[in-house]
Structures are given as C-alpha cells and as structure tokens.
Nanobody
Framework: QVQLVESGGGLVQAGGSLSLSCVASGRTFGNYNMGWFRQAPGKEREFVAAISRSGGITSYADSVKGRFTISRDNAKNTVYLQMNTLKPEDTAVYYC??????????????????WGQGTQLSVSS
C-alpha cells in the first residue's frame, strides 16, 4: 500500500507559476512510476504528466507540454509538478498517482493503483 499526499495548490493569476508536491509513504517510492492527473468540474480525470522510477523518462499531455515539468526526488519520496505560464483552462483538482506496473510511465488512469486526495488549482484570467 502506498499513501500519497498532494500539496501546493491555490489561486494564481493567468501567466503565473505554481509548484505541486506529492509525498509518498508506505512502500519503496523508487519502485513506482508516478503520474499527475487533473479533473476539472464536469470533466473526466485526464493525464497531465508522468515520470519513470528513476526519473529518466518523462511524458506530458500536449496541453501542458513546454509549460509543466514533472520531477522526482526518491530520497525524499516526493514527486513534483512545476507549472509555468498557467492558463484558466488549467483550473482543476490535481491528483498524483503511483503505478507498480513495470515499463514506461503510462498516461492511462487504470495503470495507476494508488491515488492521492487531490489539491485544487484555480487560475484566474
């Protein structure tokens, strides 16, 4: 079992930046690919970014590519999401997730077994 706790959400103006963190506990953090997803009101939860166990492979949704950066610190059991040039359409609850499935980090929700409670990001225009 892995417990995930996100933090860092808040209200920011369009064009601004914010960093989210997700701290994991319970199992060896380095055994998991990690992902960030988001869910806006009335919409399905969608993939944002993912990172491999070692941090050497990352992937991004097209909507955030070039603006968001995912990273991890296995010594601190933490995955980060640096978000720059934020847009109102980035407003959502952001969730981190852990996947024990071997291979490249996935963009598919059902490949992730553990989820945090989420943190709200609101971007004003």
């Amino acid at each position: 079992q892995v417990q995930l706790v996100e933090s860092g959400g808040g209200l920011v103006q369009a064009g601004g930046s914010l960093s989210l963190s997700c701290v994991a506990s319970g199992r060896t953090f380095g055994n998991y690919n990690m992902g960030w997803f988001r869910q806006a009101p009335g919409k399905e939860r969608e993939f944002v970014a993912a990172i491999s166990r070692s941090g050497g492979i990352t992937s991004y949704a097209d909507s955030v590519k070039g603006r968001f950066t995912i990273s991890r610190d296995n010594a601190k059991n933490t995955v980060y999401l640096q978000m720059n040039t934020l847009k109102p359409e980035d407003t959502a609850v952001y969730y981190c997730a852990a996947s024990a499935i071997l291979g490249r980090p996935s963009s598919l929700r059902d490949q992730y077994q553990y989820w945090g409670q989420g943190t709200q990001l609101s971007v004003s225009s």
